[in-house]
């Protein structure tokens, strides 16, 4: 099956610090990933929507200066969250799209979380 | 707006039990419906994907239903074990957001299973 991974697992920074994460589909070529965000014990919340070669979408309240995304190529996308401050510590998942899977079923692979802590 | 809510919160049951999650979702016009668990800490596992025109999914020991009508989806799991002590998390793509295909999450169901 499809696998992305996520680089790194895990990252503890200084606050006001800029932080980059990696979300890359490791065997299909995705002209679109997600991000999503997820606090402890509460569910998945959708931040952007990376797509390839053009500027990401963000869902309200999502402030873009402050998370940037980059899709530069067509297996990654990163996450990078700049000046960094306690209240931006969470789990961050990226999910990827293979446009080109067998009977439109559009699903999402996703990677295994980035968890960042801010100190 | 869609909106995806899971009951109950939170489940602790004794090993064996058949048991039920229900996924209710308020706008019908969706892709497809999908099941995730997830441990703690980690990401998600994908559990089981229906697609809009399909009414369940089998795998195992779970069972995905889909009405898409009544805005309803359950998730059976059969003979539980305490490895299946997760959160299992449901997500629709809903259809009127065309070419977005985005993902919208429900609430999740924490699952424990004494054994």
């Known amino acids: 099956g499809a696998v992305v991974s996520q680089h790194p697992s895990r990252v503890i920074c200084k606050s006001g610090t800029s932080v980059k994460i990696e979300c890359r589909s490791l065997d299909f070529q995705a002209t679109t990933m997600f991000w999503y965000r997820q606090f402890p014990k509460k569910s998945l919340m959708l931040m952007a929507t990376?797509?390839?070669?053009?500027?990401?979408?963000?869902e309200q309240g999502v402030e873009k200066d402050k998370f940037l995304i980059n899709h530069a190529s067509l297996t990654l996308s990163t996450l990078t969250v700049t000046s960094a401050h306690p209240e931006d510590s969470s789990f961050y998942i990226c999910s990827a799209r293979d446009p080109l899977q067998a009977g439109g079923y559009n699903e999402q692979f996703f990677g295994p979380g980035t968890r960042l802590t801010v100190l | 707006k869609q909106e995806v809510t899971q009951i109950p919160a939170a489940l602790s049951v004794p090993e064996g039990e058949n048991l039920v999650l229900n996924c209710s979702f308020t706008d019908s016009a969706i892709y497809n419906l999908q099941w995730f668990r997830q441990d703690p800490g980690k990401g998600l596992t994908s559990l089981l994907l229906i697609q809009s025109s399909q009414r369940e999914q089998t795998s195992g020991r779970l069972n995905a239903s889909l009405d898409k009508s009544s805005g309803r989806s359950t998730l059976y799991i059969a003979a539980s074990q305490p490895g299946d002590s997760a959160t299992y998390l449901c997500a629709v793509t809903p259809m009127r957001i065309s070419g977005t295909y985005k993902y919208i999450f429900g609430t999740g169901t924490r699952l424990k299973v004494l054994a």
């Open positions: 990376s797509n390839e070669g053009s500027k990401a979408t963000y």
